[in-house]
């Protein structure tokens, strides 16, 4: 039988990454065992997040401001260097920094055809000169394209006198940061060497 | 940094079955990464599935309308109880079933506080009376309170000339009638044996 707004929701669920039919399925009816009242406000929920949340001016991290809370508050001598906004969910949970980050929207990367001038590396350096930022911390992932970047933008910053570091190599290779955990990720932050 | 929308809507993700923070977490960037088309087209699709999915009057199972489909168009001389709508689902893929389904909303089970009157038993008698139905097969999971629950039904229906069954023993002991495949149950709908 074939009902057509329970398909529906099921085909919407499988867009969500990692989700096939069987869990899709899971997820419709657990919606139709809920109250109204939380139906709505799940819904509600989809669409203010879509709507509230804009990228921060400064540093391109999700936010529901112009300028992020973090590029508000925290210390510009330190800016920490991540792949997507949602690394520095877990990068904030490191205690021992508190500088602020800047999201480069990607890594360089040849084979997808993605340079230089495709990520926010331009923006890195005028907030760099802009803050007279002392170090650049760079905890992109530890894979050939996260090293690759890091390396341009090493070559960029050092001459400028900028010191240039990267996360310690405690997290283990071709992993992701995103997945990593604060004990790691701490201990990474503290050894970082420089480029 | 709190996010107060990112927050909420990944609290409602983890109100989803199995859903843990860091999926709810994954499944919320996912849904900034989408259109606002797609976003509004999702928070839609969750509301309509609850507004317009009722229970079918007839036979229990998730329906659009008053009386679903299958209870409109297939054979009332044989019916197959399940325990959930959502068996209806994978029990409707065995071809050689063409005969209605009724939704009991439960299993007798005395450690729950649930007797033979807060499952739909009563309905399922007067529906085998209107129609003068022939056999009635217990789709319930092989676990006691579905072996309880399809013996007591089987108590009642067999005086009145009613020939009760139940799928064979293929299906292996403690597993969930949800997660069988298609092979597995048309397999013990074939073999179906008689209380």
Request: hydrophobic share 35%; aromatic share 6%.
């Amino acid at each position: 039988m074939y009902i057509e707004s329970l398909e529906k929701l099921i085909n919407n669920f499988r867009s969500l990454p990692g989700v096939g039919y069987k869990t899709a399925q899971r997820y419709a009816y657990s919606i139709l065992n809920k109250t109204k009242e939380e139906v709505s406000e799940f819904a509600k929920s989809i669409v203010d997040a879509k709507n509230n949340i804009k990228f921060c001016k400064e540093c391109g991290n999700f936010s529901e401001t112009d300028i992020c809370e973090i590029c508000r508050k925290k210390n510009t001598d330190i800016i920490c260097v991540v792949k997507e906004p949602k690394d520095i969910a877990v990068m904030e949970k490191v205690k021992s920094f508190d500088g602020v980050f800047h999201v480069l929207g990607g890594t360089i990367s040849p084979l997808e055809n993605r340079g230089p001038d495709d990520i926010r590396i331009k923006e890195l350096l005028s907030r760099v000169q802009k803050y007279g930022t002392k170090e650049v911390i760079m905890a992109l992932n530890p894979d050939v394209e996260g090293d690759a970047t890091a390396m341009y933008i090493s070559k960029l910053l050092t001459p400028l006198g900028v010191k240039v570091t990267r996360l310690a190599q405690g997290i283990s290779m071709g992993s992701d940061i995103e997945f990593a955990d604060e004990v790691t990720l701490s201990r990474a932050m503290e050894k970082r060497t420089t480029l």
